[in-house]
């Protein structure tokens, strides 16, 4: 009995030669030429369609914003009583629809390091944040990987290091035209 996959792997051609190589690069550039031309082609259609759809985002803010400039005017003219407020908004409901007018509380725009500095020299470090971290550069000189083990330069063996996993990468084949 014949096995079907020792037939296909008999069946199967090979480069054998510089010449077959050659040729074998020169075939499949005519097809990449192809290839690459209808990409081009879709991403041109691409860009229209993004062009389009700018367009279409462009006109939907514009009739928000004209709608929210014409209601805000409104909402403007009503009298106090007549709102909801609370802290943080005042609110007017329609059938279809609710004006809010939301008051947001203020931004900080912060310099952390004379923040730090002023909190060091007044107040306690309850408000100071301390974080630690490896110093991986500094620990990756210093070791080696051996069958899968990180070894410091000594050839003791780091096992239970926590946080360190040795993940094997295949190479990688690339052919530059």
Not at 9 to 28: F, G, L, P, Q, V
Not at 95 to 105: D, H
Not at 126 to 155: C, H, M, P, Y
Request: proline content about 2%.
């Amino acid at each position: 009995m014949i096995n079907i996959d020792e037939n296909q792997e008999k069946e199967r051609w090979k480069i054998k030669t510089d010449k077959e190589a050659e040729w074998w690069i020169e075939k499949s550039e005519d097809k990449l030429v192809e290839v690459r031309r209808y990409k081009m082609s879709i991403e041109n259609k691409i860009a229209l369609l993004k062009e389009k759809l700018d367009a279409v985002n462009n006109e939907e803010e514009n009739i928000i914003q004209n709608r929210n400039f014409y209601l805000q005017e409104y909402f403007e003219s009503i009298e106090d009583k007549q709102l909801k407020k609370t802290k943080t908004q005042a609110k007017y409901r329609l059938p279809s629809a609710e004006l809010v007018l939301k008051y947001p509380g203020p931004k900080f725009d912060r310099d952390d390091e004379r923040l730090t500095k002023w909190l060091e020299d007044n107040r306690t470090d309850e408000f100071i944040e301390v974080k630690k971290s490896a110093k991986w550069g500094d620990l990756k000189k210093i070791t080696q990987v051996v069958n899968g083990r990180v070894v410091t330069e000594d050839g003791e063996i780091v096992e239970g290091v926590e946080g360190v996993e040795v993940v094997e990468r295949l190479p990688e084949f690339m052919v530059e035209v």
